[in-house]
């Protein structure tokens, strides 16, 4: 229940932030750079803000629920590791920021911290990884095969 609550904290620190705080501090993570495919790495959305309010919210909570500051730490780096890799795999899909995605919305950004502080999860974490690869690569090579149909 405790993992349960950090993962909330560290998903919902960042769109507090954005409530309070509005368009200040909110330049992209990325810097507007594209990726070799023409669209942005993570998107407008993914700010530095958003990240650091999460791992200081996150990490300041973990001992009030009687846990370690660097679980609260590796509970939020990894959920914005895990958010940061939706949002990659997104726009290589073409999806627009902030555009909504079952599953891949939720997964990695959980999946991510309970894999990483339960022993062994790396290893999941490499397949679950290579699993949502080889899905893109399909999605990628249909719609190849559709334009080439039109």
Known sequence: MQLLILLTL?????????LLFGDYYSSPLDGSIKFFDGRPLFGASKTLRGILVSILITSACAPLLGLTITIG??????????????SFIKRRLGLQPSSKVVGLDQIPESLFPLLVCNRGGLFFLFHFCEYLAAI???KSSLISETSMLA
Do not use: E, Q, R
């Open 10 to 18: 560290a998903n919902g620190a960042p769109v507090v932030a954005k």
């Open 73 to 86: 730490l590796v509970v939020a780096t990894t959920a914005m590791a895990g958010d940061l890799f939706s």
């Open 136 to 138: 893109t690569t399909l």
